[in-house]
């Protein structure tokens, strides 16, 4: 067991002014792992005004987008070196299987590279000239940053999400306060002492952890923060929105989903299963974008079913530092006891549970749960409606095109889905009427850097990755210009 007993503040390893701190435990043997500093409002305080300063005094903002690029692709190529370290980290404290650890941390580093090339596409794009009306006057565009971002993310995906919002928040000149979540804490200060390493100026990135109504609260509430970039539950997403609210900050939000993916009968049966499988017990299903209910055509019904509990058995749950685990525990207690209790709710609630929904036999400690399957549960209940964020998915069949659509648009969420058939013209047409920020074709989950990421309806607002999670953290402003000689002629004739 180690103790990081110190918070990320202006460059620095300083203690909490409260002295206070939490444990994290390894989901896989129920031990606690780390001991960590529980930041308070006292620090959140410091954190903000150091990027504060670093932002208004220090030339961070001002550097050109080639200048910050280059700490940027410091830091990626740091990530890859400790690669391996970085994804036993985040197994002992997620849960996850080892390769999905490594894969995770690549593209970590790959998301730092990728904002290092649009920052340097950044110079260019300044003084955009606007075309106006009025040929006494010129005008011009700039990108320039939005000032201060406090970050909050989930445990899902601990150090990506990180990468997520720093790299293009850094990318843009802004200075950041990211406050990582609870449950996941650890890869978040190793990206402090890379950042450090990286020599990135002091305040530009201050990593707090802490509990979210004991630190996250107070960083929303902050007046000298400009921007909230929030990912998690609805529940969060909501109390962000409504403490950027009282000073209008801007914020953008990636929140839950309960993702649909509609299968039609000319679809390859064992491609099918390969797909299902992996849209919801990657990542032992704590995906915001996991399909976890499937739709499937009344003529491959029973057929798919059969192969999918089939193979959803062969996948044997484990600790994720094993070789050959593709399915680890889930990430704490509460998020165990949490999907034990939709498990139970579905079952009273009349669906038929297909496959798994128990504690896998052998494996006494650990927050292990079997892949599960429900089937013949009505549109209404809590199964096929509510976000689960774990290792259980729900199937129903459908007779048509009309039926799967408006089915899997019937949803308060609408981040993503996916549509399979053989016929690509009604896959896009189907791809084309769902109700999501993310459709996938004949494929679940493959997730690219340089792709827009974002939800629908109560699934969030604004877009990550790619150029749109640039522009997230950028303000547009026009600078024009009276050039005539003439009076203007208003007042003074
Ligand atoms: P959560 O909302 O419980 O916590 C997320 C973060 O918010 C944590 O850092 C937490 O400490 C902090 N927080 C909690 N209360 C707060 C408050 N009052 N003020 C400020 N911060 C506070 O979510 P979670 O359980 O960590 O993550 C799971 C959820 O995240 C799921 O709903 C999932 O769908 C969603 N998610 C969405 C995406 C996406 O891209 N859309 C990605 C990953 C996860």
């Known amino acids: 067991m180690t103790s990081i007993h110190s918070l990320f503040i202006n460059g620095q390893w300083v203690a909490p002014v409260k002295g206070g701190s939490f444990a994290t435990v390894d ?31 220090g030339e961070w903002p001002q550097l050109s987008g080639k200048a910050r690029a280059v700490y940027l692709r410091r830091i990626a190529a740091l990530i890859r070196d400790k690669q391996q370290r970085l994804a036993e980290l985040e197994v002992r404290d997620n849960g996850k ?29 300044q003084e955009q000239a606007v075309a106006l009306s009025d040929d006494r006057f010129s005008s011009v565009a ?26 293009p928040a850094l990318a843009a000149g802004c200075t950041v306060v990211l406050k990582p979540s609870e449950v996941t804490p650890l890869t978040a200060l190793q990206l402090a002492e890379i950042a450090q390493e990286a020599e990135l100026p002091p305040g530009v990135l201050n990593i707090i952890t802490g509990l979210g109504a004991e630190a996250g609260s107070p960083l929303t509430a902050h007046p000298d923060v400009d921007k909230l970039a929030f990912t ?48 919801i017990f990657w990542n032992k299903g704590e995906v915001c974008s ?72 052998g494996l006494e400690k650990g927050y292990f749960l079997q892949p599960t399957i429900f089937t013949e549960m009505s549109e209404e209940s809590d199964l096929w409606r509510e976000e689960i964020f774990g290792p259980v998915v729900c199937v129903r069949p459908f007779e048509d095109e009309a039926e799967a659509v408006a089915s899997a ?69 026009q600078i024009t210009r009276y050039d005539s000689d003439e009076p203007w002629g208003w007042y003074l004739n």
Do not use: H
């Not at 609805?234 to 993702?259: C, H, Y």
């Not at 390859?268 to 299902?276: P, S």
């Open 290 to 361: 996991a399909t976890s209910r499937v739709l499937v055509q009344r003529n491959l019904y029973d057929a798919l079913l059969a192969r999918l509990a089939e193979e959803a058995e062969r996948i044997t749950p484990g600790n994720g530092m094993e070789a050959g685990v593709l399915l680890g525990p889930l990430v704490n207690a509460a998020q165990y006891e949490k999907v034990k209790q939709a498990i139970a709710r579905g079952a009273e609630q009349g669906a038929t549970l297909l496959s798994g929904g128990k504690r896998p036999p």
């Open 27 to 57: 989901p896989a043997s129920e031990t606690e792992i780390a001991r960590v500093a529980a930041a308070t409002e006292e620090d959140v305080n410091l954190a903000v005004a150091a990027a504060r300063r670093a932002f208004d005094d």
């Open 142 to 167: 700039r990108k320039e940053p939005v000032g201060v971002c406090g970050a909050i993310i989930p445990w899902n995906f601990p150090m990506l999400m990180a990468a997520w919002k720093v790299a």
């Open 409 to 477: 648009n019937r949803s308060r969420f609408g981040l993503a889905a996916a549509v399979m058939s053989a016929d690509l013209a009604r896959a896009e047409r189907v791809a084309r009427k769902l109700r999501a920020g993310i459709v996938w074709v004949n494929c679940s989950q493959p997730t690219f850097t340089e792709a827009p990421w974002g939800g629908y309806k109560q699934s969030g607002i604004g877009r990550e990755l790619g150029e749109w999670g640039l522009n997230n953290y950028l303000e547009t402003k």
């Open 97 to 125: 299987p080892l390769p999905e650890a490594l894969w995770d941390i690549g593209d970590t580093a790959y998301c730092f590279d990728f904002y290092a090339g649009l920052a340097e596409k950044l110079d260019d794009q």
């Open 232 to 279: 998690g539950s609805v529940p969060t997403g909501r109390k962000i929105m409504q403490a950027a609210a009282a000073d209008i900050k801007n914020v953008s939000l990636e929140l839950g989903g309960k993702s649909a993916f509609i299968v039609f009968d000319d679809s390859d049966i064992e491609k099918a299963v390969e797909w299902i499988l992996f849209g």
